[in-house]
């Protein structure tokens, strides 16, 4: 994948190489001319190289940045295209039609180019880069500091969370410009904050997320210095909002390396602040819900890596699971509830304090909810209520937690088998097969004669 990289590394450390004047004595631009990197256009979708022509023609500078120029290099495909120019947003709104100025922490520009989004943000500068909640407030807030903000190439550059994604390409003349050294990190495979890192994690703790879900993604470790602070500053993560937590967890968990982010979310400390019920569990030592939570997770990145549907509520409902199952059968004991309400109680309580935790909207609260639910209604299949459970909206995603949970090691007498089938069958072989079952532990079926009501005399 790198080879290309590998023999023009020599030939980029020989070119164009200068001193960048005004951002600080680390940064040594280098230019890579078009012969020497392996950024193919025809890699580049027509909306950006096109965006990028028109703000060129207008007069502006304009380069692709970020994981678009850092996937193509590594020859992969960029799910997306960010632009950086020089352009301020209003300018960028006026070149063109239908564009908009978005953003609460910082202004970026949505541009339709056909069916393609793109996000423009112009240069931003340096010493206007804080990005805590607070701070990020404060820019919002004064006029000043917005227009304060707009920088150069370099000052952009400097501001970007690792090298590799402060990699700028440009069609105007293809080249690719390096002020931070992220192609000798790509060649390393290494993920490199620029700067000091503690403070970079200060300016913004989900920068330490972002270091281990690229780390994943990729497969490159994470450089020493950079790795060093996660830990022992993890309680930073307690300053992100939730909201801003939920839009992190689902780049986490729904981008194909779940299961590598996981592990590397505990090893740093990080999943305390996501799921901290569910770290606390872990941490206890419970090898079925360790069980449980890697099988939903190797399978979400199977299902993605086939382009098959994955739903934040399955996830969701897989990372609770074994915490609700928990209180649940602590609720049953203590309090001699039925399954059912013990059940309804125990996943209020979890997930009343997982809010605290992630904004997970009710979009998918409710169906996660009902996945739960569905559990305890499986197994009842006698009468209707098989086909009352199969025609639920959440059957089929409940129908999978299920399976799952039979593969994690739970018995359920070749129950999950029973709807396999149950699926495949027509309509009188489904009749036949719910004929013999009786309802739960044994009952039958039929409901006893109401009582008449006691004889007053
Ligand atoms: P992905 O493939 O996940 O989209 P990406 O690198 O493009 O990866 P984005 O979240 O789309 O990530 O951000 C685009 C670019 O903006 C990044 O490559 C990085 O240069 C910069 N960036 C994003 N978030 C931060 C941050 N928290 N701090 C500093 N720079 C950031
Ligand atoms: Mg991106």
């Known amino acids: 994948m790198l080879k290309r990289l590998y023999s023009l590394l020599p030939a980029f450390i020989k070119g164009d190489t200068q001193r960048a004047p005004s951002a600080g004595n680390t940064q040594i631009k280098r230019i890579i001319p078009r012969d020497e990197h392996n950024i193919s256009r025809a890699n580049i979708s027509r909306g950006a190289v096109s965006a990028m022509k028109r703000l060129n023609d207008e007069g502006f500078e304009a380069y692709l940045v970020g994981g678009g120029v850092r996937d193509l290099l590594l020859d992969g495909h960029p799910k997306d295209f960010d632009l950086a120019t020089n352009a301020t947003p209003e300018q960028v709104r006026q070149i063109f039609r239908g564009a908009r100025i978005i953003g609460r922490r ?11 989004l793109l996000e423009v943000t112009t240069f931003r500068d340096n010493h206007t880069e804080s990005e805590s909640e607070r701070d990020s407030h404060q820019a919002d807030s004064g006029m000043l500091l917005r227009d304060n903000v707009f920088g150069t190439l370099e000052t952009d550059s400097a501001r970007r ?22 192609l000798e990190d790509l060649k390393k495979r290494q993920i490199r904050m620029i700067g000091d890192p503690l403070t970079r994690y200060k300016e913004d703790p989900v920068r330490m997320l972002r270091a281990v879900r690229f780390a994943a993604k990729l497969g490159f470790k994470i450089e020493a210095n950079t790795a060093a602070p996660i830990a022992p500053n993890a309680e930073l993560m307690g300053q992100v909002s939730s ?3 939920f839009d992190e967890s689902l780049k986490l968990f729904m981008a194909g390396s779940a299961t590598a982010t996981f592990t590397l979310l505990r090893d740093y400390g990080l999943l305390a602040y996501l799921f901290p019920q569910t770290e606390a569990l872990l941490q206890r030592g419970d090898p079925k819900a ?3 939570i890697e099988h939903a997770l190797v399978n979400t990145d199977k299902r993605i890596r086939n382009d098959q549907r994955v739903t934040p509520a399955f996830i969701f409902a897989a990372l609770l699971w074994p915490v609700v199952k928990e209180k649940q059968e602590a609720l049953m004991a203590s309090e001699k509830l ?12 979890v997930v009343g304090q997982q809010l605290a935790a992630i904004a997970i909207p009710k979009r998918f609260l409710i169906p996660m909810r009902e996945i739960w639910d569905l559990q305890l209604r499986l197994p009842n299949r006698a009468g209707k209520r098989a086909f009352v459970t199969f025609s639920h909206e959440r059957f089929r995603a409940a129908y999978d937690f299920l399976l799952l949970r039979e593969s994690a090691g739970e018995n359920f007498d070749g129950l999950g088998q029973w709807w396999t089938d149950f699926q495949v069958a027509n309509e009188e072989g489904r009749e036949a097969m719910v004929k013999n079952m009786t309802g739960p532990k044994g009952r039958s079926r039929r409901r006893s004669p109401r009582k008449k009501p006691a004889d007053p005399a």
């Open 106 to 116: 910082f202004k970026i520009v949505h541009v339709r180019m056909g069916r393609e």
């Open 290 to 292: 360790e069980k449980l």
């Open 338 to 349: 039925t399954p059912l309400v013990a059940l309804g109680q125990a996943a209020s309580a």
């Open 161 to 182: 969370d690792f090298t590799i994604n402060a990699l700028y390409y440009t069609s105007k003349d293809f080249t690719v410009v390096d002020y931070e050294g992220g």
């Open 243 to 245: 909201s801003r937590l």
